[in-house]
């Protein structure tokens, strides 16, 4: 199952130019810019915008062909927008319902209460729509969305119009989503956080064109990745989150790369990711053993890269095969003599849990 | 005082008449038309902007005469209808049906283009990608959300229709139950000193045309399109 996308479009100074294709399962974020032309991208997948030409095939769907348009009510996609997009003359409920009663019985796959259960929606069902918060409307647009059942979930900035602590409570819900709704999502976004959160495969976009597909591990193994532009180089682990053990620790990943991490009592045990920053893991050439930092794990270098600004980053792999990325000075590096395929000790001193 | 003729009823009558399907038609032709307006700014829809606008800044004997021309026996439309053994449009109810469109049609095109631009792409895009066909997206999202502009589109054709003279007098004459309407009457009235009656008429016209704007303008206040 893929989706293909081929499109030649000139306006103005905007061109767009794209011929690929990706597998159509789990969640692929469209990474690019403001401007690069994600959002044409998009409505042109969707159906909301008929380029001349262009060709959108979904499994063994034909959506745009030379000779053929499946108007975007065909289509059994899922959209969410920006903001903005409930419909005001319908309460919660009715805009829940609007593509469920229009999805066929047959292909229906959730129900009202289940989407309002992993959407927390259950108190809201009944307000008027102008009564929502901006999170709020978010989620239930999400969930109107989902109700439709569709083939395809395609996500534009769903929380970009978002503030900070709204995005925060909201995140949650978006990774349950991922994880459970079975439904392939492409989610554009501008937010190197929220791929890392996400994403399973990034579409890198730039001035109308794709630069690169990769899987997520793939994309931030590149040391100048454009994930890192807000946060640094960071590492993106994933794992089996263990059951809650004494002082709130849980066990989290395979023996011999395990780490003990905080998480929230109610968080499930279960697969989870966590981010590391690198420049959170410091390196020691012996186990330290008096020392506050309580994650240490072997890890072998497999590359050094100097990075601007007088930094050092390691690429190193844990027992478990995972990328684990260090930042140290280059001064620290030359004193402890690191070279490729050495092991040495990798310090976590903090992890995030994405989701 | 206020007893009216047989022919002053037969006017009114053939008035709301006119009026009423005026106003329908309008709706039928008015709304793809203003829907096609608001969804793009080529230089084909200014063109189409400024014909159906044309009525207002005309004067109606101009918009009378050229109908005249083109619908009557010799004209272009008239003589065709003639020779496929139909009447000829001018001095017939048809005419004046066919006038009052054209004449009244900026009324209806305005309000809902304006609702239509104030509505946006969003909410219908939102509901075909829910599956709901274009019928189905004009019925549930596109009528409750311009109810306004719906709304003062049909009061304003029919107001306006109600209005009408100067068209209906060049293209339709005065021949009763077929062209005489209310307007054209009031004249006829002053034509011949009855002013009696041509104020009772004038005077329920008057009162008539007040409420109606009072209601439009209430409207107006009443249907800001909300957004979320």
């Known amino acids: 199952m893929s989706l293909q996308i081929r499109v030649r479009l000139r306006r103005g100074d905007f061109k767009l130019e794209v011929d690929t294709q990706w597998p159509a399962q789990g969640v692929t974020a469209l990474f690019g810019r403001s401007g690069c032309g994600k959002t044409t991208l998009m409505r042109i997948i969707a ?3 008929h380029v001349k030409g262009a060709q959108v095939r979904f499994a063994d769907q034909c959506w745009q062909g030379d000779t053929q348009w499946l108007p975007v009510e065909k289509r059994r996609i899922g959209l969410v927008f920006q903001e903005g997009s409930l419909l005001p003359h319908l309460s919660v409920t009715g805009n829940l319902l609007y593509g469920y009663k229009r ?10 209460d289940e989407v309002s259960a992993m959407l927390g929606l259950e108190t809201l069902l009944s307000r008027p729509v102008d009564q929502l918060s901006g999170g709020q409307k978010q989620r239930v647009a999400l969930g109107r969305a989902l109700l439709c059942s569709p083939q395809l979930l395609l996500l534009d900035e769903p929380l970009a119009a978002l503030d900070t602590q709204t995005k925060r409570e909201i995140m949650p819900f978006l990774s349950r989503l991922a994880q459970d709704a079975g439904i392939p999502i492409v989610l554009i976004t501008h937010a190197p956080d929220e791929v890392q959160r996400l994403a399973d495969r990034v579409v890198f976009m730039r001035d109308g064109r794709i630069d690169e597909i990769c899987s997520l591990q793939q994309a931030l193994a590149k040391p100048d990745s454009p994930l890192f532009a807000d946060e640094g180089p960071s590492s993106v682990l994933e794992g089996q989150l263990g059951p809650a053990e004494e002082n709130s620790l849980r066990l989290f990943g395979e023996q011999g790369s395990q780490l003990r991490v905080h998480a929230p009592d109610q968080t499930a045990s ?13 390196v020691a050439l012996d ?11 072997v890890v072998t270098i497999r590359q050094l890269h100097e990075l601007p600004g007088n930094r050092v980053l390691l690429n190193t792999a844990m027992q478990d095969g995972q990328t684990l990325l260090i930042e140290i000075t280059p001064w620290s590096a030359q004193q402890l003599g690191l070279a490729t395929g050495q092991s040495v000790f990798a310090l976590i001193k903090s992890v995030a849990l994405m989701r | 005082m206020f007893e009216l003729s047989a022919a002053d009823w037969q006017a009114i009558q053939l008035t709301i008449k006119l009026c009423f399907l005026t106003t329908l038609i ?19 829809r200014v063109v189409v902007q400024a014909i159906v606008a044309l009525p207002l800044v005309l004067p109606p004997t101009v918009l009378g005469f050229y109908l005249l021309l083109v619908l009557g026996p010799r004209g272009p439309v008239g003589s065709t209808l003639e ?6 449009l001018a001095f017939s109810f048809e005419g004046i049906l066919l006038a009052s469109v054209l004449y009244s049609m900026p009324f209806a095109v305005q309000p809902l283009l304006e609702a239509f631009n104030n509505l946006g792409r969003r909410p219908v895009e939102v509901a075909s990608s829910l599956g709901a066909g274009v019928v189905d997206r004009f019925f549930t999202v596109i009528l409750p959300l311009c109810r306004g502009g719906f709304i003062v589109a049909a009061t304003l054709s029919f107001a306006h229709t109600v209005g009408e003279f100067g068209v ?7 021949i009763p139950g077929e062209t005489k309407v209310l307007s054209v009457l009031i004249y006829d ?3 011949a000193m009855n002013y009696a009656a041509a104020h009772r008429l004038s005077l329920l016209l008057l009162v008539f045309s007040f409420l109606v704007l009072f209601v439009v303008y209430g409207m107006n206040r009443r249907f800001q399109v909300a957004k979320v």
Request: proline share 6%.
């Open chain 1, 270 to 282: 279960g697969p989870i990711r966590l981010r590391v920053l690198a420049r959170d893991v410091s």
């Open chain 1, 47 to 49: 159906g909301l915008e």
């Open chain 1, 103 to 112: 999805t066929p019985v047959a292909l229906r796959r959730l129900q009202l």
């Open chain 2, 168 to 174: 209906i007098l060049m293209l339709g004459g005065s």
């Open chain 1, 287 to 297: 186990d330290p053993a008096r020392i506050s930092i309580q994650n240490h794990l």
């Open chain 2, 83 to 88: 020779s496929l053994g139909f009447n000829h």
């Open chain 2, 26 to 44: 309008l709706l039928a032709i008015a709304t793809p038309l203003a829907w096609w307006l608001a969804s793009g700014k080529s230089a084909m």
């Open chain 2, 189 to 191: 009235h002053t034509e």
